[in-house]
Every structure is written in C-alpha cells, then in structure tokens.
C-alpha cells in the first residue's frame, strides 16, 4: 500500500470559516476525512498535515524521503513565496502534485505565480474538495504506473 503524505499550508487551518465564497464550507477535518477515504478505496494510506509555519512544511518534506512515496501539498499562500519549500521538494525527489482549492489563475495577479509547479508531477487548482480528490488519485496512478514499469 502507498503512503502519501499530504500537506496543508498556512490559513487552511481556518477553512470552513475563511472566506467561504472562495473556499468553501468543509473544515480542513472533513477535507482530511474526505482524502483518507479515497485514498484508502486507491490503495493508499495517506497522513494529513497542517502548519501556518514554512519550516514545520520544510522538515516534514525532508522527513518524507524513505517514510512516505509522494506529496501532495496545499502551500497555500507559499506558493507564491517560497523557494525553501521548492527546494525541500526537489531535494527529496518525492513526486509531488501541487493542490489549491480555489483556482490561482482566477485570482489577483500575484497568485499566479508557482515556486512549487515546476518541481511538482502536476498542479490541480479550482475545484474546492475536489482538487485533493483529484490529485490523490493522480499521484497513486503515477506511482502504480511506475511499480509497474519497473517490474
């Protein structure tokens, strides 16, 4: 089974009261509970974390390597900002796809600009839940696909 680490950044704590026009109504629990469930139905475990600190993302991304398979990270407002988390992600070599709720394209100029994409397998923005959903399922068909490769 697939272990996939899943990473919240900074204000997704807040989620279910932030700017729901935006973002939505489920909590970050029920987005967690919604992304173990599909990860499970897979074949893949996945662990949930959040941090409104860039060093907490940092360390969790360098511990990944030889404890989890693949990332998938909502750097939420680092990822406009943060060349240390782009190089964490690069450094571990763990693939990675990169998740937004809301589509970053849509929105103010400054927010289209990814650090993450270009060390990441693919982003997945704009469809609420959805984009984990989405990006769980990506990162275990890339990763089974790779198994399979090098039988």
């Not at 511990?63 to 450094?91: K, M, Q, W």
């Not at 397998?121 to 704009?126: A, F, P, R, V």
């Amino acid at each position: 089974m697939f272990r996939v680490l899943v990473l919240h950044g900074p204000n997704l704590n807040l989620l279910g009261t932030r700017e729901e026009s935006i973002y939505g109504t489920q909590t970050l629990g029920e987005i967690n509970a919604t992304i173990e469930k599909i990860a499970l139905e897979e074949g893949a475990r996945v662990e949930a974390k959040q941090s409104n600190s860039e060093g907490d993302l940092v360390t969790w991304i360098q511990e990944a390597h030889g404890c989890f398979d693949a990332i998938v990270i909502n750097p939420a407002a680092y990822t406009h900002t943060s060349i240390a988390i782009r190089d964490a992600l690069l450094a571990t070599g763990l693939p990675t796809v990169e998740v937004h709720l809301s589509n970053i394209y849509r929105r103010e100029g400054f927010r289209r600009r990814s650090f993450i994409a270009g060390v990441a397998l693919g982003q997945i923005s704009g469809f609420g839940v959805q984009s984990y959903v989405l990006a769980v399922k990506a990162v275990v068909a890339h990763l089974t696909n790779t198994e399979a490769r090098s039988r």
